[in-house]
């Protein structure tokens, strides 16, 4: 019996060919899409989730009186909560950026400016289950010791054994050699602490290896610049351990500011808890659900499309339905011949959507800007909603299917009696209606992301980044260093194409040097300390350089920016500072000044307001600090031929900081980079609307096939009466595109109100206009027009007499 069903739906499958392959076809793109969303989804919500301890370990977070939340924590906090709270095993603090700089090995000859690296607790590898390809877990308890991953051990070591061997780190701290004392599998797309180098925070314990940054002493309750990871004892109760953190914070911190400690799992550090959930993560949860909900109105296309294209391809098939069930085929006998045919079509479709799979891959991993491998390890969980949503949706639709093609009665199936029905025509146009609604609702999508994208591309970010060169400064500063700097830059004014340069510790595009509060002045209100400012400390060459004018006042002096940092009195401040600060206006502030704790500082002047960090955040308030703080060359370069000015200067950059990678990008290219979230949301949401149209019009182009068929002896005694090509094609188009509008009438409301609520996540947004509407709907109805035309116009032209040569 299996033989004789698996061999009637492959006939079947052959007989009907066009069906066929667009069921398959149909099939397949919503599968493939499905396995790669899929896919993803397991590996976001797989993040973390493979060390041993995990479900015992915590992120403190830091959280103010208004909600807002960061990760950074006092670097002195750490021994502290495990001298003090038993239900502590251990406590384990991760740098935030303060480690990168310039790695060398002076005995290869090789240095690289290396971004990803970090100082880490000696226990880091400890509390953590990250693979040790070498060495001991225990080798980073001691001072001035470095694991590097496998990849940075090729990188600098070749085929040699790394361990034992030495690396050069020159960063903020100075020169510091470091002894290799294990080597970790690279730390990949599971894992939100990806770096290739992990130094060892007992360095910094040695205040020689501080280089005068007393801010960096580990000890310290007043710098921020560190993750603290606790390790909790089992069955700890975390909100009680918090209430008992923030006192203690409380008890020790010498100010009043209001923060309070949360404990983040690091199971959710990723994701977060909800949508709602307030603490920072790494991810961003709101796009796995988006993410989700693509995959799955595509996957539902494809099965609407076999729903549709069997229930209709059912009436042709009333008459075998008939002869069978009058020769002894019982109701279970024919519910299994369809089902069969379902499964094959299925498993045809599977197969065809892991080929796609396989080929589409690498552009797959370029859209979500992760490079997963083929089949990356997801969770038995994941793999088991996919395959039952697989099964279910498969189960369901062949059912449905099946029961159509088996209801007709059999004298009327054998007289050629049998009709579809109203209850079918019925879910045929609902399913069509369904399918452009999600097909609209997706290409409306699309339309609003890339206008965003394009708004935040050309909206004026008030600074001039038109040939704008910025070269990240040297770390390795060698003999003579402030000399050869004053050189460099002497060579920098000497060249004619270079129109204006500055350093600074900050630039546009990249984040500030750092953040802090305590600000006031005498017309401040109680919880004006408590405001946070960014920090910038810059040259006065800054603002002309990068074309930000001012509001009032003046910019550094040459003599100001070379004060020591504790000698220095004098700041600027932008037009949102001002405003923070409570100042009526620019001369009032540059008349009063304003109060850092213990110092005051005079406002010599107000710069206009920029965008530092782009168009998806508001203005911060900035002070800008006076110092000669080299960590960036900034450099406006004349136009010419950008290749030969980048290797001229790459050459001075050498000459002048020997051992020094000449690492530079252009600003334009820097903002570009900041809409690389918003670029993949266009991406996904243009690949989706794609498939989803596509599949859409597969089912559509079948349909329509189907009416043609089905009415074309009324086409030829139409044409007989002299109905014109034009007005069947017209009678023909008619009801598929009243359900295209249909469609569009109950997709658009919904996707203005979704895109709406994604819009208001951006300070600086465009409006969803009338134009976008009007636009949408056109390219909706060209499409379904297109595509129901092909068969209309081939039904419209058919010989009359061919038609109706059996009447």
Known sequence: MLRHHLLSAYRNLKRNKTFSFINIGGLALGIAAFLFILQYIGIETGVNQFHENADRIYRVINVDKNGESWSELEPGFAARFVENFPEIEAASRKDNGITSGVVQNEENDLSFREADIHYVEGNFFEVFSFPILAGNASGLNEPNTVFISKSSALKYFGDSDPINQNLILHNQFGKTIYTVKGVYEDMSYNSDFDMDMAFSLETLKNEANLNGNGWANLNNLDSQFAQTILLLKSNTNVEQ????????????????????????????????????????????????????????MILLIAWFNYVNLSTANSLKRSVEVGVRKAIGADQKSLLGQFLMQTALVNLIGFLVALVIIILCRPLFNEMIGKDLPLFAHLSPSVWLIGALALLLGTLISGVYAALVSTRFKTVETIKGLAKSGKSGSFLRKSLVVMQFGVSVALIFATVVIYSQLDYLRNKDLGVDAEQMLVIRGPAIYGDNFDSRRNAFLNELASQ????????????????????????????????????????????????????????????????EVRVDWNSNSKVMIN?????????????????????????????????????????????????????????????????GDRKKQLASLGNLYRQYFPGNPFDYSFLEEDFAESLQAEQQYGLVFTTASVLAILIACLGLFGLTMYTVEARIKEIGVRKVLGASVASVVALLSKDFLILVVIALLLATPVTIYLMSNWLSDFPYAIEINGWMVAGVAILALMIAFITVSFQTLKGALMNPGTTLRNE
Request: hydrophobic share 35%; proline share 5%; aromatic share 14%.
């Open 241 to 296: 351990l918090e209430a008992k953190l923030t006192a203690y914070r409380e008890s020790v911190s010498r100010e009043d500011d209001g923060v309070s400690f949360k404990l983040q799992p690091l199971t959710e550090m990723h994701l977060g808890a909800s949508l709602n959930d307030p603490l920072p993560t790494y991810g961003n949860i709101k796009y796995v659900y988006i993410l989700g909900a693509i995959g799955l």
């Open 496 to 559: 004619s194409m270079v129109e204006k340069y500055a350093l600074s510790g900050a630039v546009p595009a990249r984040f500030y040097n750092f953040r802090t509060n305590g600000f006031t002045h005498p017309g401040s209100k109680p919880d004006d300390k408590y405001n946070s400012y960014a920090f910038v400390c810059t040259e006065g060459e800054y603002f002309d350089t990068y074309g930000i004018p001012l509001k009032a006042g003046r910019t550094f002096t040459p003599e």
């Open 575 to 639: 037009e949102t500072a001002l405003e923070y600060m409570g100042f009526e206006s620019a001369q009032e502030a540059m008349l009063e000044g304003i109060q850092w704790d213990e110092r005051h500082l005079d406002i010599i002047g107000v710069s206009a307001d920029y965008h530092h960090l782009g168009l998806q955040s508001e203005i911060d308030p900035i002070i800008f600090y006076p110092q000669q703080y080299g960590q960036f060359f900034s450099v406006k370069l004349a136009k």
